[in-house]
């Protein structure tokens, strides 16, 4: 897990791209994909507000418990124009967000004054509208919880903490995100928090710079622990250090301006002239370790109270049956007989040493106000203990011995334990998708050393985790790539599929980008790092994925709200089967033949009401959809769809229409000039010379396929104009036939316009030449027409005052792209086109393509507005597009789509990004989010139905009719199962294939 430094511009990257005038798309360049403000506390606000909201925070003097906090929250809420108020009872601290323009911070203090306590306002830690410089996202490990009451408690406490804007809390990876402000709340103070509530916690791993873990072999006694921390005492920038023998593991602090990582590791192993090895403990792998290791702890506990337990069903149940054991536990020792003494301190270990977490984790959520599982437990096994002995013990007093049941207390510990080990396993199969992509990355490197002029003088292996932005590293063929970066020596062929989901191997060159963790599989490369640590491509998947996993679909409230209820009604439900029972008994409403041997009417209602306690589960409601949304995100991530989290699964499932952006979406995005024709007396090498020149000082991709037309009439014969030709000139210096040009500048949504030999030359659409005054002929009209007809657009070029010729532009569609809306609309799914191109454009790509619905000449800002208007009935609506001029719409949509964008940093930029450039992967993402909640919906009847069924069976409903009865002991194991078949089901998940075009299409393949 990771710490992610957050920029103040939002949580979402921006594309940015060059802008064309004559391109109505690309009007809105700095358009960041979401600006439109990100902190979910607002979304009922707009930008406006939102960026005008004030926070402060105030000591609040005098609470004593949460009716307090909850009395000053609730004067704070009533103030007309505070919108969010939240009080931490332990930090006697307020956090408000309000409106300056209707509230003072007067009016705040006197309102918590006026309801009995003390106020002062502190400093203002941070402004609401963005995030400030410097707001971290924290992710913790949080051991202890069992259920979503335990999820439901941790998250409260922590977004009561003052400087926390915002808390997460995952049950299936028992990890925490905590977004914070590092000037108001440190990282031990949240962590203090959640050990406070009674749960253990630890930071995995932060962005800050300055800390780095290292296991480190070789230290074999103190003297060499004393060594260790001489070297370390007198290494410069290091601030402090602590040793943990136990584990090897050193975690020092160190200052990353005075020394790097990487310089520590070898001054250390340098100073101990070779003695110690260190290596960097990469954290997801020490996250494994820790997941194996609750597993371990579960299974030792599972198998102890097995290994007591079994002893106890064998002198109930088999000994009686066997004289000698018979003679030996009908002895008396005391007041009791053998046997007795034998379950009374066999089970005395399960209930209390074993069983010591459920008491632990029970007064823990009793403590903090909320129920869970462990409570459940507690009581079912406490009751059955606690009766048992106290029935020993009025028998010895009285002589009258009722019947005991420790074997209930402790095959009910066992089962339930069973189930957690299981549950565990289970649990741990759902994040196999991390631990995938986190073997994709190699362990070492090659470090290529140079000398001061760049000379190669030799090689060293380092470990992968301690390369630097700037280092050469040698890369053999069949070896990973250990870093995202450029390839500065050799050629190769390269694997990416690991990464991008695309099979083709991919030509590397000089000044080739490169991914790190795909594999080379040719020529040897050199390679010099650009993007390391948090900034690689393969770590912001890692940390996509990571973020979607913990995240919360809507529909879990719905499981939220049935556990913050659903101890206390099972609670009241088995004090009623007690009641009913035990009344009917002592009434005659059923016969004493049903009683046990030597049993009572008190007794065998509390079998009835134990059963209760025990068999229901909240865990299998809390588990139905974080373990669906993990393996979804994980299938997602092996398939190129990256999804941002289980909110936009939930929405993708519901998508009504899914609007496609055209250039570069549907179309290749490669364009190319197909028609150049002159309405002057200019010969064509003239005209082309010219409209060259003009657009040489265009970075838009159709001023640069304009230029390389002119290049290669010039310089090849014009039909050796191939694509091979245009992408080998790519990213070369603009040609020096060009002519001077002066005032360069672009015109929204029209084209450009220069001067050139002191006359205008304009180059774009109809609007920039009829505002700027000239007119255009009905025979170029009439051609312009004919090529738009033919799904080309026209660039009309006027030179002081004039026509002198059009060029015809064509971006070719992909060759996926007719079927893949064909197979849209056979999904229930409408397709939607929309462009900043002309009419007759668009009309003539959307007819070859297959959409019925489509918008044309539309801006960056109107895109967003065709959207919302599809979203005016309720409508679910997906934008598709490459991120670079669609951020408005992809913003607006309820799932933004951003296609192709796997080597961009703004890899976080939408909802689902789609690796690949390929449009098939659309299908596959409303595919993967239907299949996922279909099974999160079977998951949810599964864990009502069985509580629904489970519990009557339990209180005896079906007993006097069909003689069912449920034990205790049985109950627990149902219990146990239950939540263990939840995780399976979602594990199901695992198996999903991608939808073949061959079945959406019901075509048959002879």
């Not at 600006?35 to 005098?62: C, L, N, P, W």
């Not at 229409?657 to 179309?667: E, N």
Request: proline fraction near 4%; glycine fraction near 8%.
């Amino acid at each position: 897990m990771q710490m992610t430094s957050q920029d103040a511009g939002g949580r979402r990257s921006s594309y940015s791209s060059p802008v064309r005038a004559d391109d109505p798309v690309d009007i809105e360049e700095g358009t960041r994909l979401l600006d439109s403000f990100d902190a979910g506390d607002f979304k009922s606000v707009s930008i406006d507000e939102a960026a005008s909201m004030r926070r402060i925070q105030v000591t609040v003097t005098g609470m004593t418990c949460s009716a307090c906090s909850n009395s000053v929250e609730g004067a704070l809420k009533s103030i007309n124009g505070v919108f969010r108020a939240s009080v931490a009872l332990l930090q006697n601290r307020a956090d408000v967000v309000f409106d300056p323009n209707l509230v003072k911070d007067e009016d705040i203090k006197n309102a918590i004054e006026d309801a009995g306590f003390e106020a002062e306002i502190l400093p203002e830690p941070s402004n609401v509208g963005k995030k400030p410089r410097g707001m971290l996202v924290g992710q913790f490990t949080i051991g202890g919880m069992t259920c979503a009451a335990c999820v439901n408690s941790v998250e409260g406490i922590l977004r009561d903490l003052p400087g926390v804007i915002r808390a997460v809390v995952s049950l299936a990876t028992s990890l925490g995100e905590v977004e914070y402000d590092p000037t108001v709340i440190s990282k031990n103070d949240i962590v203090n928090a959640i050990e406070d509530a009674g749960f253990e916690a630890s930071l995995v791993q932060s962005s800050e710079q300055d800390k780095i873990i290292l296991g480190v072999s070789g230290v074999f006694n103190e003297l060499d622990v004393q060594l260790l921390e001489g070297i370390l005492s007198i290494l410069k920038g290091v601030r402090q250090f602590r040793f943990d023998r136990t584990s090897g593991e050193l975690e020092v602090l160190f200052d990353p301006e005075v020394v790097s990582s990487r310089s520590l590791v070898d001054g250390i192993e340098g100073e101990s002239k070779g003695k110690f090895k260190l290596h960097v403990m990469n954290p997801y792998a020490r996250m494994t370790t820790k997941d194996v290791k609750e597993a371990s702890i579960m299974f030792q506990l599972f198998t102890s109270s097995l290994f007591l337990s079994i002893p106890v069903f064998l002198i109930r149940v088999v000994c009686p049956h066997i004289p000698l054991f018979d003679a030996f536990l009908l002895w008396r020792c005391g007041p009791f007989l053998m046997g007795d003494w034998l379950k009374w301190a066999l089970v005395s270990v399960v209930q209390f040493v074993v069983g010591k977490r459920f008491y632990i984790a029970a007064a823990r959520a009793l403590q903090n106000g909320s129920t869970n599982m462990d409570v459940l437990v507690a009581l079912g096994t406490s009751a059955s203990y606690f009766y048992s002995v106290g029935a020993l013990l009025y028998g010895a007093v009285t002589g009258f011995w009722s019947p005991t049941y420790f074997e209930t207390s402790s095959m009910l510990i066992t089962f339930v334990l069973l189930g957690k080990y299981l549950e565990c396993l289970a649990k741990g199969k759902t994040s196999d998708a991390i631990k995938k992509l986190v073997e994709l990355a190699p362990a070492t490197a090659v470090l290529v050393i140079t000398d001061n002029v760049g000379n190669i003088i030799g090689e060293r292996e380092i470990d992968a985790l301690l390369i630097q932005p700037g280092d050469t590293l040698k890369v053999l063929p069949g070896a990973k790539l250990p870093a995202d970066g450029i390839v500065v020596w050799g050629s190769s062929y390269v694997n990416e599929s690991m990464v991008t989901g695309e099979s083709v191997p991919v030509l590397k060159e000089v000044d080739s980008p490169v991914i790190g963790g795909t594999i080379n599989l040719h020529g040897a490369l050199h390679v010099k790092a650009t993007k390391v640590g948090s900034e690689a491509v393969l770590s912001q998947i890692i940390s996509l994925v990571e973020t979607a996993q913990m995240s919360k679909a809507p529909i879990q409230k719905f499981a939220d709200f049935v556990a913050s209820i659903f101890v206390p009604t099972v609670v009241t439900l088995s004090l009623i089967t007690w009641l009913g029972w035990y009344v009917g008994g002592i009434s005659g409403a059923y016969p004493a033949k049903w009683l046990p041997e030597n049993g009572n009417y008190f007794i065998f209602a509390l079998m009835f009401s134990i059963s209760v306690v025990v068999i229901a589960c909240p865990c299998a409601l809390g588990l139905a959809t974080p373990t669906a949304v993990m393996v979804a995100t994980g299938v997602g991530a092996n398939n190129g769809v990256l999804i941002k989290g289980g909110d936009a699964l939930e929405r993708a499932q519901k998508v009504k229409y899914v609007i496609f952006d055209k250039t570069g979406t549907l179309t290749q995005g490669k364009a190319k000039v197909t028609t150049a024709k002159v309405f002057s007396e200019m010969d064509r090498g003239e005209f082309l010379t010219l409209v060259a020149s003009a657009e040489g000082s265009s970075e838009h991709p159709l001023g640069k396929a304009i230029v390389e037309y002119a290049r290669h009439f010039h310089f090849f014969d014009e039909n050796s104009l191939t694509e091979d030709a245009q992408n080998s000139s790519k990213g070369s210096p603009p040609p020096a036939w060009l002519l001077d040009v002066a005032e360069f500048s672009a015109v929204p949504g029209r084209g450009i316009q220069c001067f050139i030999k002191g006359k205008r030359i304009l180059v774009g659409n109809r609007k920039l030449l009829t505002e700027s005054g000239v007119c255009i002929p009905p025979h170029v009209e009439t051609f312009v027409v004919d090529l738009e007809e033919s799904a080309r657009t026209g660039v009309l070029v006027a030179y002081d005052g004039n026509v002198i010729g059009v060029l015809g532009v064509a971006d070719p569609l992909k060759r996926e792209a007719a079927v893949v809306i064909e197979g849209l609309g056979k999904m229930g799914v409408i397709p939607v086109m929309v462009t900043g191109d002309n009419w007759r454009t668009a009309k003539a790509v959307a007819r070859e393509v297959g959409i019925h619905d489509f918008r044309a000449e539309v801006m960056p800002a109107g895109k967003a507005d065709v959207v919302r208007s599809f979203q005016k009935d309720g409508s679910i609506v997906a934008m598709v597009g490459d991120g670079i001029n669609d951020s408005p719409a992809l913003a607006a949509a309820d799932v933004g789509m951003a296609i192709g964008a796997g080597t961009d940093i703004a890899i976080e930029a939408a909802d689902y990004v789609l690796m690949r450039n390929n449009l098939e992967d659309v299908i596959t993402a409303i595919d993967i989010s239907r299949k996922t909640f279909s099974r999160i919906r079977w998951n949810y009847v599964f864990a009502m139905a069985y509580n629904v069924i489970a519990i009557p069976i339990a209180a005896g409903v079906f007993y006097p009719s069909l003689g069912i009865k449920l034990p205790p002991w049985a109950a627990g194991a149902c219990m146990a199962l239950s939540s263990v078949s939840v995780v399976c089901s979602s594990l199901l998940l695992r198996r999903y294939k991608k939808p073949r075009l061959t079945t959406i299409l019901e075509i048959t393949v002879e």
